[in-house]
């Protein structure tokens, strides 16, 4: 129980407080007022443009497509790494409604069970569960795949969603978004290979890598692929590794499908493998970031993603479309954005770097294609 001075403080901060907002309200009936003069609209008017605005902003910023496969995946296993919050979570929670086995790939244990008791009682699908794996940590990475193979005996759809943006280290002394963000992909992927080809042997298997279009801006320099960029490094430094993180994205994705199609030489390619833009959505990815920079750089982020970010639901629909539609296994390898096969920039189609990236990337993990 607070003394009486600690009270007072109290009572004048709610003051002041609420005294500030009443401020702000009062401004806005004036400019409001004001431009209701100038222009000589009446309210009525004035409030109809504002919902006809409000509408078309809602229609075209912030409401995208929603997938409309209705795919049973009854018998089916499906990992969605990243997914006890944000784009992965409603991609496990429109995939466990699908009536598929649900497994969410995340590190946080308390967070992991929280959301599998939301995604069972929202889907009322019993079958989800969680598989504990730090993406920043090469060892722990090789546990939980030990882990789940152990438990599981097949899976059908890999859904690499766990992202990062951030400077830093891991504990493997990698660059945190090229450890979690490749390396993270390129080691779960790699290392479930056995169990993903086993699988295929009696239905078909897709794998999809969560991209980004920052892959635009990116860039993969290989006497640099290791940057050492710290916690408080600048927003350009840190958007432009980001970029090249999903960049790598999308060569994993192209040189993993090269493979395929040569292990499925003269039959028919039994795992396909997608990579995709989920928009621009209301994520948590850069919240941290933006969090321990102050209030302005939070403010900021808040704003943008109020005014051009879309709900988290629409980020999983390219993530879903890619999972379930019938007939994209001719799309194998391609880059998708909006529910659809996309074109991609001229940094992204030199097949070369590609395959030198998987190169490098064996070196740094000891992970060997077939293994």
């Known amino acids: 129980m607070c003394n009486d001075s600690i009270c007072l403080v109290c009572s004048n901060l709610l003051f002041s407080n609420l005294l500030l907002l009443n401020l702000f309200q009062l401004h806005l009936a004036v400019i409001f007022e004001f431009v209701v003069t100038m222009c000589g609209f009446s309210r009525s008017t004035w409030i109809l443009i504002l919902a006809v605005c409000t509408g078309l902003w809602w229609e075209f910023v912030k409401k995208g497509k929603l997938c409309n496969s209705k795919s049973d995946l009854t018998g089916k296993t499906v990992i969605v790494t990243g997914a006890n919050v944000g784009i992965g979570y409603e991609t496990a929670l429109a995939l466990s409604k699908q009536n598929g086995k649900v497994i969410i790939a995340c590190r946080n244990l308390e967070k992991a069970k929280n959301a599998v008791d939301r995604i ?9 569960d969680y598989l504990i794996v730090d993406f920043a940590k090469m060892s722990d990475i090789k546990r939980a795949v030990k882990e789940f193979i152990s438990k599981e005996d097949r899976l059908d759809i890999l859904i690499n969603n766990a992202a990062m943006f951030g400077g830093g280290k891991t504990e493997d002394g990698l660059d945190t978004m090229f450890g979690v963000n490749h390396i993270g992909y390129f ?39 290791n940057p050492n960029l710290p916690r408080d490094s600048g927003f350009a430094s840190l ?49 941290t970031v933006a969090t321990e920079r102050g209030f302005l750089s939070q403010a900021a982020r808040d704003f943008f993603m109020l005014l051009i970010a879309r709900p ?12 379930m539609k019938e007939g994209i296994e001719i799309h194998s ?39």
Request: charged letters at 20%; one cysteine or more; proline letters at 3%.
């Open 120 to 128: 069972k009682a929202s889907s009322g699908n019993a079958e989800v």
């Open 187 to 225: 080691m779960f992927t790699n290392l479930l290979m056995p169990v993903l080809r086993k699988t295929s042997k009696k239905k078909p298997v897709r794998i999809i890598n969560v991209s980004s279009e920052a892959y635009k801006v990116g860039t993969i320099d290989f006497d640099n692929l």
């Open 239 to 287: 958007m432009a590794q980001y970029g090249n993180t999903k960049l790598m994205n999308v060569y994993f994705t192209i040189e993993l499908d090269a493979r395929l199609k040569d292990e499925f030489k003269g039959q028919e390619q039994a795992i396909t493998t997608y990579s995709l833009h989920p928009g621009s959505i209301q994520s948590d990815i850069g919240s």
């Open 312 to 323: 988290t639901v629409y980020g999983a629909q390219t993530s879903l479309c890619c999972a």
């Open 333 to 371: 390898g391609r880059y998708f954005a909006d529910l659809e096969p996309a074109e991609l920039y001229g940094n992204a189609m030199n097949q070369e770097i590609g395959k030198k990236l998987w190169t490098e990337s064996e070196k740094l993990t000891g992970v060997q294609w077939g293994s």
